[in-house]
């Protein structure tokens, strides 16, 4: 098999594992919310399970900052490193 056959199949491959992007509830998000903020105030560790292009991630970090204006988190993990995810993208909050 040539080498652009192999990258094509590849591409075809990984694109059919991509899922649509789940439409929550405002109930869900309000919970999300609360659940973020408590979180901020008692400096704990939660678990963000996020979409970004078709897959599910996860990261378990604390809340630094939460961006209104933006609806960004800002979100900081064991290592120090950062992260921001956008609101609308969660799909679980723990």
């Known amino acids: 098999m040539l080498p652009e056959h192999r990258a094509a199949l590849e591409r075809h491959n990984k694109e059919k594992l991509k899922v649509p992007k789940p439409e ?3 109930q869900q ?4 919310e609360r659940v973020i903020r408590v979180a ?7 678990t963000f399970t996020y979409w970004e292009d078709g897959y599910f991630k996860s990261i378990e970090g604390k809340v630094r900052y939460i961006n209104i204006q933006d609806k960004k988190i ?3 993990d064991r290592l120090n490193d950062v992260y921001f995810i956008h609101f609308f993208t969660l799909v679980d909050v723990r």
């Open 24 to 26: 929550l509830d405002e």
């Open 29 to 32: 998000l309000q919970l999300f």
């Open 40 to 46: 901020r105030i008692e400096k704990t560790f939660l």
């Open 74 to 76: 800002h979100i900081i």
